[in-house]
């Protein structure tokens, strides 16, 4: 995979244009060199990073290799943004874009929207936090939102395929780092907000702004759902046009009700402006409930059949990683779930709760990430936990143990009793599979999909399914 224009050398080919990101590990004008190497003719450097070094480096090859120019930008991100975009001739003009942001839900939500469309007869791609798509061909995500050089390259694919609409997950940091600048939205969907990300956005306010912003980008007219009745979310109503909320209040023209429900199933009924539908599906939990009614909303504002939602949404049997369960030998389940914040922890866990002899919770916290949601992880696990063991979930370069420490700090001694530090996850995933038995239920939440474990500045394999599936799982 190459592109015309990009901020990483491995996509840099002959007559490419490298643009240099001071990200947050690494510089990348330390890379410029390779990037020439690579066959790069242009350099694009952030004003405040451009050197003497570096002209140097350019002239030199100017005028002996491959005529490489140098320009300088006022911000990297958004040269990269715009470079990429013109590179591929604009795509996203040419397509139909629909976004969900929020701070849990995305990943689920995007995926029953790009199967109500495929079961509508739409050509459609998506762009998820764990997996691309486009056709039959499928790779792996390494960001909720890509950055731009492959986002516009995506996009241009999904052109030359002639795909329809593009499904995609939008994070607020995918603004914040100018990911998105340029493509504007024919639907969104604002699942849900709390607060989170605090290693990137000082206030909850900030935070909110980020989001709002990515609203900014609909086009007039466009729908937009806003499937939750936070009270933050009520002040869109009065800022954007075409808004319409999708809940569990009675008084809306989208309306879901749990009719029935089991441990792994549940019966929904749907309301649409006073007409009701009811669907059988896999995805269990209120919160699922609200992440569906959202995505029906959008599907039916954009004139997609009740039908068509329906059926893809009852055939639909999860995201890979999310809610993801395995029967042991013993007949207890091992659930995976990508949950990561104390909202997400609250609501699949009070839901396992209910349905668990005993709930086991093996999670962590992630290294360099917002350290205030710690202590809140620990108290929501240990209201609903039976036994709670800690270990690492991409502690990165923070003493794994000092992490665990956070976790606890809010806890009672009654809460501590409760807990077990394992910091190799695999080994606490194996101890709690074997000490299960009949009835009882393991979360082992946090990475979700994910396949590695970054620790330091390696990436060793790890993978919370297949550490399960091979612990002698039906």
Known sequence: MKFHVSSHTDYITVGSTYVAIVGESCNGTQFISQAIENGATKIVVQEDQLTSEIKELCIKNKLNLSKVE?????????????????????????????????????????????????????????????????????????????????????????????IEYVVMEVSAQATTLHRIDGIEFDGLI??????????????????????????KLKKMGAPLIVSSNHCRLREIQENFDNVFVAGSSYDLAYFVEIAQQTAWKQLLDINIEGKHHFIETELVGEYNA??????????????????????????????????????????????????????????????????????????????????????????????????IILTNDNPKFEDPEEIMDDIIADLSIADVIKIKRMPDRADAIAYACNHAQYGDIIAILGKGAETVQLCGNQRLPHSDLNVVQKLSCK
Do not use: W
């Open 70 to 162: 140098c320009i300088s930008v006022p911000n990297a991100r958004i040269a990269l943004a715009e470079l990429s975009a013109q590179a591929y001739d604009y795509p996203a003009k040419k397509l139909k874009i629909l976004g969900v942001t929020g701070t849990d839900g995305k990943t689920s939500s995007v995926y029953l929207l790009y199967l109500i469309l495929k079961q509508a007869g739409k050509r459609v791609a998506l762009l998820s936090g764990v997996e691309n798509i486009i056709g039959d061909y499928k790779e792996k995500a390494s960001l909720t939102t890509p950055k731009p050089d492959y986002m516009q390259y995506f996009l241009d694919q999904c052109v030359q395929q002639d």
């Open 290 to 387: 609200s992440n569906i009614i959202g995505v029906v909303a959008l599907a039916d504002k954009l004139g997609m059949a009740i039908e068509d939602s329906i059926q893809a949404i009852e055939g639909f049997t999860g995201v890979l990683g999310r809610l993801e369960k395995f029967q042991l030998l013993s007949g207890a389940y091992a659930i995976v779930d990508y949950a990561h914040t104390p909202q997400a922890f609250e609501a699949i866990l009070s839901r396992l709760k209910k349905y668990a002899k005993n709930l086991t919770v093996i999670f962590g916290a992630a290294g360099g990430k917002d350290p205030k949601k710690r202590p809140k992880m620990g108290v929501s696990a240990a209201c609903y936990a039976d036994t």
């Open 190 to 215: 604002f699942t849900n907000f709390a607060a989170e990300h605090g290693e990137c956005y000082q206030t909850i306010d900030d935070y909110f702004a980020a989001k709002v912003s990515i609203l």
